[in-house]
């Protein structure tokens, strides 16, 4: 007497993972993974058995709600993650409207046991989701994820000047791609003996930049770029503000320019 060894799911499917399921398999779950969802807390719950990517569709005529996509490792507790919409490339938790949405978003669940779209706040109307996962990768090309946001600060004579980067969402950090500070001298000055100082927030390290202290003519412009594109700076704490901060300074007007993106 033979016996064959097959490894099944938590609904009893013959995991067949391997195989091509669409010509060689059948998948069964009393679940659908498309539904309407029209009341807070309704949602749209996905297994997931080793897959890499998720895809999340969302068809609405009208609605006024948030939804909220959400990752499960125990199958209980439920916590935030990023999704990317592939037009906009733009990356959050949630996705908010008081009107039409039609649109696509994706999601990397890997070592996830479960993901979820949830409605997180509700008032009125409906959205159709439709989910679905793959274990292929999703956007492995070389492609570098690009600088969609800029922050400029501009002070006055003897200001200092604050460039803020806004708390970007919950689980969500800022990735700094260009630092671009000009230091404009409005009055003729001595040389200082130390430089001045430019500090930060939310970084790793707190880094401190060091610029010109020399004799200034007037309308001379002191020029300081950082452009970490290759390796981004990552804040250190999500969802929190970074700063740069040059300091009150005479007879100089500061200028940032801040190039960055949002990430988990």
């Not at 009208?62 to 990356?91: H, K, Q």
């Not at 004579?157 to 630092?179: N, R």
């Not at 790793?204 to 950082?226: E, K, L, M, N, R």
Request: proline letters at 4%; glycine letters at 4%; a neutral charge.
């Amino acid at each position: 007497m033979t016996f064959d060894a097959k490894l099944l799911d938590a609904r009893a499917n013959e995991y067949r993972g391997w195989i091509d399921q669409l010509t060689n398999a059948t998948i069964t779950d009393a679940r659908t993974i498309s539904a309407t969802l029209a009341a807070l807390n309704a949602e749209v719950i996905m297994d997931l058995n080793g897959e890499a990517v998720a895809s999340f569709d969302l068809r609405s005529a009208a609605m006024n709600l948030t939804l909220s996509w959400e990752a499960t490792v125990d199958g209980t507790n439920y916590f935030a993650i990023p999704v990317i919409n592939n037009l906009t490339e733009a990356i959050d938790t949630t996705f908010s409207s008081a009107t039409t949405a039609n649109l696509t978003l994706m999601a990397v669940v890997s070592a996830y046991r479960r993901v979820r779209v949830r409605v997180s706040a509700f008032t009125s109307g409906t959205v159709t989701v439709s989910a679905r996962a793959s274990r292929a990768d999703y956007a492995i090309y070389a492609k570098p994820i690009p600088t969609r946001l800029w922050i400029t600060a501009t002070g006055v004579s003897g200001a200092a000047v604050t460039a803020t980067l806004p708390a970007p969402g919950v689980g969500v950090f800022h990735y700094i791609t260009k630092i671009h500070l000009v230091q404009f001298v409005v009055a003729a000055r001595t040389a200082a003996a130390t430089p001045v100082l430019v500090t930060t927030t939310n970084i790793s390290g707190s880094p401190i930049y060091s610029c010109d202290a020399t004799v200034g003519a007037i309308g001379q412009i002191f020029i300081y770029d950082v452009a970490p594109s290759d390796f981004p700076m990552k804040s250190a704490i999500s969802n929190t503000a970074t700063t740069f901060v040059a300091p009150a300074t005479p007879s100089v007007i500061w200028r940032w320019n801040i190039g960055y993106y949002n990430g988990a």
